[in-house]
């Protein structure tokens, strides 16, 4: 079956430590973003991807990074310089040409990050 | 940026009661999402509206977008227990962004 596999689905980091959450999705979607779940929050983009090999900045992109060497994966970290880290953590993906769908994402199942 | 307001935050509702709940834009967009979220699982959508004045149904729900292009509605008919979590809004406006922009979510509590 088609989806968006994001793990793991839990995470404990000490401070000061780098993690990276994984990303794959086999739907053949071109774009892929990530967002961050506080409560009460909705959803803020941190990146996201359009094609292979670029990526763009979206709302509350300091303290992480990102790569997109493949189409099928997008892997986030969340570097030491994130002050508040603790959160729930989104991959979508979606078309980017299609005439109907485009912009419809399709979620991962989430990664929950807690900083001890 | 544009930004979304969606109201009303959470509802506390018996089950068999219909629910309405609503999303509006500083902006114009062309484009409205409906997901819903369960508890630690990522949001499923729901209901996609492309043209102004569009209404559509999914089983008990029904959403529209709003003629003008800045707002839009989403309504669950004789809830069910299971219809419990988030529902999140979600818009696109024009030019070559591709980034939606989310409402904060309504939480919908159903009493069996």
């Known amino acids: 079956d088609g989806g968006i596999t994001q793990s793991p689905k839990y995470l404990f980091r000490k401070e000061g430590q780098n993690v990276t959450l994984s990303c794959e999705q086999n739907?053949?979607?071109?774009?892929m973003y990530w967002y961050r779940q506080d409560p009460g929050q909705g959803l803020r983009l941190i990146y996201y991807?359009?094609?292979?090999?670029?990526?763009q900045k979206g709302d509350i992109a300091e303290g992480y990074s990102v790569s997109r060497e493949k189409k099928e994966s997008f892997p986030l970290t969340v570097t030491s310089a994130q002050k508040n880290p603790t959160a729930f953590y989104l991959c979508?993906?979606?078309?980017?040409?299609?005439?109907?769908?485009?912009?419809?994402?399709?979620f991962g199942a989430g990664s929950r990050l807690t900083v001890l | 940026g544009q930004q979304l307001n969606q109201s009303p935050q959470s509802m506390f509702i018996q089950e068999g009661e219909d629910v309405s709940m609503n999303c509006t834009s500083s902006?114009?967009?062309?484009?409205w999402l409906w997901y819903k979220q369960d508890p630690g699982e990522g949001p499923v959508l729901l209901i996609a509206l492309y043209k102004a004045g569009e209404l559509t149904s999914n089983g008990r729900l029904t959403a529209q977008f709003g003629i003008t292009r800045k707002d839009s509605f989403l309504n669950i008919s004789a809830s069910i227990p299971s219809d419990v979590g988030i529902y999140f809004c979600a818009g696109r406006g024009g030019g070559s962004n591709y980034k939606l922009t989310f409402g904060k979510g309504t939480l919908l509590t159903v009493n069996p």
């Open positions: 902006s114009i967009f062309n484009t």
């Open positions: 739907l053949n979607h071109d774009a």
């Open positions: 979508a993906s979606s078309f980017m040409w299609a005439t109907s769908g485009a912009n419809v994402l399709t």
């Open positions: 991807s359009q094609i292979v090999n670029d990526f």
